[in-house]
């Protein structure tokens, strides 16, 4: 029998990462061996890891040198950064550079570098379609993972550049939950139109990565992109009605309204959200289904996602 292959796991710990170690640890018999990359090998997630058979290693993403002993003798790395908890677009390019260098330098064969697009290659500065944010930006959580791309590349890294897709559990930790309007009728509130918005079960990012890791080759210097659906902002209502068993509407606000609604990065996803209002046809065309299902072929719809998770909308 053949050695296992070792991936390790940017972020094993949270949303996306966690999805890959959870789908490698699900497959005790399969080509992987999971390495875990954690700031803190000892807290309770890394422990929960270590205990189902993973190597649980202290890696940090603002510190190259742990990053490259992380990845020695790794066949493939997952990589990701963590935007929302810094919100700052150059901390990201800086990280993607750190994990791109150290990849390179440890002879990764494969490389998953999680990303999205550069949206000022479609609404250039100039534009004032939507306004430019940090002086140099349009949606920033997008751009500076776009604009990464480049150092994996630079470095000659095997990568495959996965574009990813809007969490559904932004309905369940970021406030997006059906909440009561003034006359009690609960809302989801998007500046999507009748548009619609490509999604995923974060942790199914996770299970396309092992699938994509396990294809191998054939997504080598390719860029590919998942989702487990592509309702519209109505369809989601209508999803939550049938699950809660009671009325929720959809509030279809514009860009600009919820641009203002003043929580922190509510500029960034108002234009995000325009941006895949904008660009809805090549948005999706770049998120097959078809090819989502063939890499993690337990891909969770929207109505299966909701089904999974009523417990958080109880109440």
């Given at each position: 029998m053949s050695e296992k292959k070792i991936i390790a796991v940017v972020g094993a710990t949270g949303q996306q990462g966690g999805g890959l170690a959870k789908a490698i640890l699900a497959d005790p018999g399969g080509p992987f061996r999971l390495r875990a990359l954690t700031r803190d090998p000892a807290s309770e997630k890394g422990k929960a890891l270590a205990a189902q058979g993973?190597?649980?290693v202290a890696a940090d993403v603002d510190d190259e040198a742990s990053l490259r002993r992380a990845f020695e003798g790794a066949h493939g790395a997952f990589c990701v950064t963590f935007f929302w908890n810094h919100l700052s677009p150059e901390k990201e390019t800086e990280q993607a550079a750190a994990m791109a260098r150290a990849a390179k330098a440890a002879g990764v064969s494969h490389a998953i570098w999680s990303t999205l697009e550069d949206t000022r290659l479609?609404?250039?500065l100039s534009d004032d379609r939507m306004p430019t944010l940090a002086g140099k930006y349009k949606v920033p959580h997008f751009d500076a993972k776009g604009e990464a791309n480049r150092f994996?590349?630079?470095?000659?890294v095997p990568t495959t550049f996965l574009h990813t897709s809007f969490y559904w559990d932004n309905f369940i930790y970021f406030g997006m939950a059906p909440k009561p309007g003034p006359d009690g009728v609960l809302a989801i509130t998007l500046p999507m139109g009748d548009r619609k918005l490509p999604g995923?079960?974060?942790?199914?990012i996770g299970g396309c990565a092992r699938g994509i890791f396990e294809q191998g080759e054939r997504h080598l210097g390719k860029s590919v992109g998942i989702a487990g659906g592509h309702?519209?902002?109505?369809?989601?209502?209508?999803?939550?009605?049938?699950?809660?068993?009671?009325?929720?509407?959809?509030?279809?606000?514009?860009?600009?309204?919820y641009r203002s609604f003043g929580f922190p990065g509510a500029?960034?996803?108002?234009?995000?959200?325009q941006y895949y209002h904008d660009f809805e046809e090549p948005f999706c065309a770049a998120r097959s289904l078809a090819f989502s299902r063939s890499v993690n072929p337990s891909l969770q719809s929207f109505e299966t996602w909701l089904a999974n998770n009523k417990a958080a909308f109880a109440g």
């Open positions: 993973a190597e649980v479609r609404v250039p994996f590349t630079d470095a000659g995923i079960a974060a942790q199914d309702p519209t902002g109505a369809e989601m209502a209508a999803a939550f009605s049938r699950l809660l068993g009671k009325t929720v509407r959809y509030n279809a606000v514009s860009p600009a309204a500029e960034d996803l108002g234009n995000m959200f």
